[in-house]
Nanobody, 114 residues
Framework: QVQLVESGGGLVQAGGSLSLSCAAS????????IGWYRQAPGKQRELVAN???????RYADSMKGRFTISRDIAKNTVHLQMNSLEPEDTAVYYC????????WGQGTQVTVSS
């Protein structure tokens, strides 16, 4: 089992920045992909970004150039730096991990005001 604890998030004005972190614990030796999904009200959960144990990253098209995902393997943490935030980025952001089953964090709210 893998436990994921998110931190960061909050309220920011459009054009601003926020940083999210996710700390993994438990069976982290089996963890190969870690990243973020988000879910806005009334919408399906969508991939934001992920990073695998080789350091390869994947971003949703709308996040490319604005969001950066990074991973500290020694600390079993993943960070998501979000810049140029838009009101459309308002959502609950969930950390997830594949180890190899999928695990989810509890979610953290990001609100971008116009």
């Amino acid at each position: 089992q893998v436990q994921l604890v998110e931190s960061g998030g909050g309220l920011v004005q459009a054009g601003g920045s926020l940083s999210l972190s996710c700390a993994a614990s438990g069976a982290t030796s089996r963890l190969n992909v870690i990243g973020w999904y988000r879910q806005a009200p009334g919408k399906q959960r969508e991939l934001v970004a992920n990073i695998n144990d080789a350091g390869s990253t994947r971003y949703a098209d709308s996040m490319k150039g604005r969001f950066t995902i990074s991973r500290d393997i020694a600390k079993n943490t993943v960070h998501l730096q979000m810049n140029s935030l838009e009101p459309e980025d308002t959502a609950v952001y969930y950390c997830y991990a594949l180890a190899p089953s999928i695990y989810w964090g509890q979610g953290t709210q990001v609100t971008v005001s116009s």
